[in-house]
């Protein structure tokens, strides 16, 4: 049994800065792509950064470019995301995800959560103003 745990999340002041980390357990991921969504009540998950199984490509939502690193241990089973310069829209619950298939983490919005093979629990990440 896969299970993802997120942690990191919490209250920031606009501009400041938070780092996710997501725990793989039960399985080694190193094989698989990776990535991190968020979602806020009322609208479709959305895809906010990628990476793949060797942690050579990246990618990331417009909306986080220049401000969102995304990185991967694969020795320790883990994923981060260093948040800087974070916003009050950045405010939502951020999942993280794994699916054997890289282009799937490309695609801007979860229309099904059922076909990445796992998900997280979610983190809670609030941006005050």
């Known amino acids: 049994q896969v299970q993802l745990v997120e942690s990191g999340g919490g209250l920031v002041q606009t501009g400041g800065s938070l780092r996710l980390s997501c725990a793989a357990s039960?399985?080694?991921?190193?094989?698989?792509?990776m990535g991190w969504y968020r979602q806020v009540p009322g609208k479709q998950r959305e895809l906010v950064a990628a990476?793949?199984?060797?942690?050579?490509?990246?990618n990331y939502a417009d909306s986080v470019k220049g401000r969102f690193t995304i990185s991967r241990d694969n020795a320790k089973n883990t994923m981060h995301l260093q948040m800087n310069s974070l916003k009050p829209e950045d405010t939502a619950v951020y999942y993280c995800a794994a699916d054997r298939w890289f282009p799937r983490m490309l695609i801007a919005t979860v229309t099904d959560v059922n076909r990445y093979d796992y998900w997280g629990q979610g983190t809670q990440v609030t941006v005050s103003s």
């Open positions: 039960g399985r080694t991921l190193s094989s698989y792509a």
């Open positions: 990476i793949s199984s060797g942690g050579s490509s990246t």
